[in-house]
C-alpha cells in the first residue's frame, strides 16, 4: 500500500501530517525541517537533524572538540525528533564542512586600541557549568571598583568589565551618580578576584586538588570618564555608562582578561530580545554588599515596549540605548553589581567568544521583584563614543 502523505498549506507554510515536520518553500536543500529557530549569535535559522547541517555535524565528529564548540553545539540544540538531535543551522552551515569552507571576516570597525575575538571574551576548558557559583577563572573581566572614603577606608561598592590592558567599563552612575556619598573617591579597580575574603583565592575540584589564583590585583585609577551626556538626576538615567582609565597597563593572565566589545554591524544593532544572557557579580552596589563570592545567573533579554510597560507605572521613559532582561523573583541583577557586565555569547565562525552586551544600570528597589526586569546601558549604541574616547 502506497503510504498517503497529506500537506497542509497554511501562511506559506508546508506541514507534514504524518510527521510533524515543516517544509518552507525556497528553503535550501529543502530538508525536512521542525519550525524556525535563532541560533545562539541571534542568527534566524531552521531546526533540522543535526546530520543534516554539515557544517556544525563536522564540527561534532571532529577530533579533538573544543570547549567553545562544544558550548555552541549545546546551545544551539532545539529539540529531539524520534531519537535524532536537532539542531539550530544556519543556510550557510548545511552545505559546507569545515574543511572546505573558507572563515568569514567578521564586520568589524576598530581603532586599534582594542581587542578582537580570539584576544578577547575567550572561554576556558572546562569551566562553563550551570548553577550560582561561578568557577575561580570564569569571567576574568570582571572588575570590583575600589572607592576611598573619611579616614582613608577603602571598600568596594560598584563593578566593571575590562576591556583592554588599560580600561575598565562601569556605570556612570557609579561615577557621578547623585546616590554617591560626597566624601566618596573612586580611587581603583580590583582584577582577578574570586572570593573577596581570601587572597589569593583556591577552589578545590572534584577530585579533590586544588587549583589557586595568583593575588588579585588591585591598580589605581587615573581618570574616571562618564558619559558627557549622563545626567545624575534624570529618572530614566540614559546614557549611563563610563569609563576607567587605570594607572598603568595590566598584563593579562587566566585570571585577568578582556572581554570583547560588540564591534561588529549585528552586535551594535541587536536588541536581544528572547536571548539569554549571563549577569554575574559580587552583588555589591552604592548601598549593599551582597555576596563575598562571585555569582552569576542567566536572564532573558525583554522587548523595550514590554518592558516599558512595567517602567510606566514609575513614570520612567526608557529611550533605545537601554534594554531591559529578567524579571524573574529572587535573580536577576541581584546576582550582579551596578555598573557590571550583561555577558552575550557570539560566534564568527572562526571564534566563539563572550561580549558585552549591557552594563546594570537599574531595576526595582528591591531587586529581584517578579515582573520587574532589571535595565541595562546596551553596550552596542555606546561603541563609536569608546573608541573616540580611549587613548593609548
Given at each position: ?104 571576516k567578521p564586520n568589524i570597525t576598530s581603532n ?198 512595567v517602567y510606566n507605572r514609575q513614570n520612567i ?76
Open positions: 500500500m502506497t503510504k498517503l502523505v497529506i500537506f497542509v498549506i497554511f501562511a506559506g507554510l508546508f506541514v507534514n501530517l504524518a510527521t510533524g515536520q515543516f517544509y518552507f518553500p525556497n528553503e535550501a536543500a529543502q530538508v525536512p525541517n521542525y519550525g524556525r529557530c535563532v541560533t545562539p549569535n541571534r542568527e534566524r535559522a531552521l531546526c533540522i537533524h543535526l546530520e543534516d547541517c554539515k557544517y556544525l555535524y563536522g564540527i561534532l565528529t571532529s577530533t579533538p572538540l573544543r570547549d567553545e564548540d562544544k558550548l555552541y553545539l549545546s546551545r544551539s540544540q532545539c529539540g529531539y525528533f524520534k531519537g535524532k538531535v536537532l539542531i539550530c543551522c544556519p543556510d550557510r552551515y548545511r552545505d559546507s564542512t569545515p574543511a572546505n569552507m573558507q572563515p568569514i586599534g586600541l582594542l581587542p578582537l575575538p580570539g584576544q578577547c571574551g575567550n572561554l576556558l576548558s572546562n569551566r562553563i557549568y550551570g548553577g550560582v557559583k561561578t568557577k575561580i577563572d570564569e569571567f576574568p573581566w570582571m572588575a570590583l571598583v575600589e572607592y576611598t572614603k573619611a579616614a582613608g577606608n577603602k571598600g568596594h561598592h560598584c563593578g566593571g568589565s575590562l576591556i583592554s590592558t588599560r580600561y575598565v567599563v562601569t556605570a556612570s552612575h557609579c561615577v557621578n551618580g547623585k546616590s554617591l556619598p560626597a566624601d566618596w573617591r573612586l580611587t581603583g579597580v580590583r582584577l582577578g578576584e574570586w572570593d573577596t575574603l581570601t587572597n589569593p583565592d583556591c577552589e578545590v575540584d572534584v577530585r579533590g586538588m586544588k587549583d589557586c589564583a595568583p593575588p588579585h590585583m588591585d591598580v589605581p585609577v587615573e581618570r574616571t570618564i562618564p558619559h558627557p551626556a549622563y545626567d545624575p538626576n534624570s529618572k530614566n538615567q540614559v546614557n549611563d555608562i563610563a569609563l576607567l582609565r587605570l594607572d598603568r597597563q595590566v598584563e593579562y593572565t587566566d585570571f585577568i582578561r578582556p572581554i570583547c566589545l560588540p564591534l561588529n554591524t549585528n552586535l551594535r544593532s541587536a536588541t536581544f530580545d528572547g536571548i539569554s544572557m549571563d549577569v554575574a557579580g559580587w552583588g555589591k552596589t552604592e548601598e549593599l554588599s551582597a555576596s563575598n563570592l562571585k555569582l552569576k545567573t542567566t536572564v532573558e533579554g525583554l522587548k523595550l515596549d514590554d518592558c516599558q510597560s521613559l526608557l529611550e533605545s540605548s537601554q534594554m531591559c532582561a529578567g524579571g524573574k523573583e529572587g535573580i536577576d541583577s541581584c546576582r550582579g553589581d551596578s555598573g557590571g557586565p550583561l555577558i552575550g555569547l557570539d560566534t564568527n565562525k572562526v571564534n566563539t567568544y563572550y561580549f558585552l552586551a549591557g552594563v546594570v544600570s537599574f531595576g526595582p528597589t528591591p531587586c529581584g521583584l517578579a515582573g520587574w526586569p532589571g535595565v541595562y546601558t546596551m553596550v552596542g549604541k555606546y561603541v563609536d563614543w569608546i573608541q573616540n574616547t580611549i587613548e593609548a
